[in-house]
């Protein structure tokens, strides 16, 4: 019935804690500085104006929403989305509700419409990860867990939702054997163009984030 409907969040996911927040802040805000002043962005800045305009202001151009940083585990809708029940009900999700854990970011990624960061799993987060998280991108054969992520903005009118899937294509293109083109050794890493505005910086040092496994009704 509807009640139990309302018990299911909206999603579960890591919250990063507030001081590891301000450092992935700092480093997405440093990066989209950075590029959008970079000839090689210049040239490819079509991808994202549509139009022929000379420059481009990354950070005005991604609102981040909310303050809130996650990387969403099961998206569940209140128990509409398919296999929502099933997550709930697994026992390690229980078990390790509201421990914490530490969230390797390993890279930055632009595309016209989000940029985000991606998480790379430990073999003990991959128990919470959904079986079928990774079944939209089209070559089937992504690694569980490719898909994680942190939403870091948004272009106007786009949701969230959207960066776990830019995320997807552009590792798809790898797997397909597409190296990108390397554009430059920046101090944070380096940086590849995957062609149509899709941009990833895998960083050097990867940023280290505690965070809290919970889950979000809002
Ligand atoms: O940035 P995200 O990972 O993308 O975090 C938000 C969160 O759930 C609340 O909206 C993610 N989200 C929304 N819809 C879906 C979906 N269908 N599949 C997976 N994640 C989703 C969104």
Redesign the pocket.
């Known amino acids: 019935g509807p009640l139990e409907e309302m018990s299911l969040p909206?999603?579960f996911?890591w919250f990063l804690l507030s001081s590891a927040r301000d450092k992935v802040r700092c480093t997405s805000m440093d990066f989209l500085k950075t590029l959008d002043t970079l000839d090689a962005f210049k040239k490819h800045l079509s991808d994202f104006t549509g139009k022929a305009e000379k420059e481009v202001d990354l950070e005005q151009y991604f609102q981040s929403?909310g303050t809130l940083l996650?990387?969403?585990t099961k998206?569940c809708?209140y128990g509409k989305?398919e296999g929502a029940k099933e997550y709930v009900q697994n026992p390690t999700v229980k078990d390790l509700y509201g421990s914490a854990f530490e969230l390797s970011l390993s890279a930055l990624f632009v595309t016209p419409r989000t940029v985000?960061a991606r998480v790379s799993l430990t073999e003990e987060q991959l128990l919470l990860w959904p079986a079928d998280?990774e079944k939209e991108s089209e070559s089937a054969s992504l690694p569980r867990g490719s898909r994680a992520?942190?939403?870091l903005g948004c272009a106007e009118n786009v949701?969230?939702?959207?960066?776990?899937v830019d995320l997807l294509e552009i590792l798809a293109l790898q797997q397909e054997g597409q190296r990108g083109e390397l554009i430059e050794e920046m101090e944070l890493g380096s940086l590849t163009y995957y062609g149509e505005g899709r941009w990833l910086l895998t960083l050097r040092e990867p940023i280290c984030s505690p965070a809290c496994f919970s889950s979000?009704y809002g």
């Not at 949701?159 to 776990?164: A, H, I, M, N, R």
């Open positions: 909206l999603f996911g929403k996650h990387c969403t998206f809708n989305a985000g998280a992520h942190i939403t949701e969230p939702v959207q960066t776990g979000v």
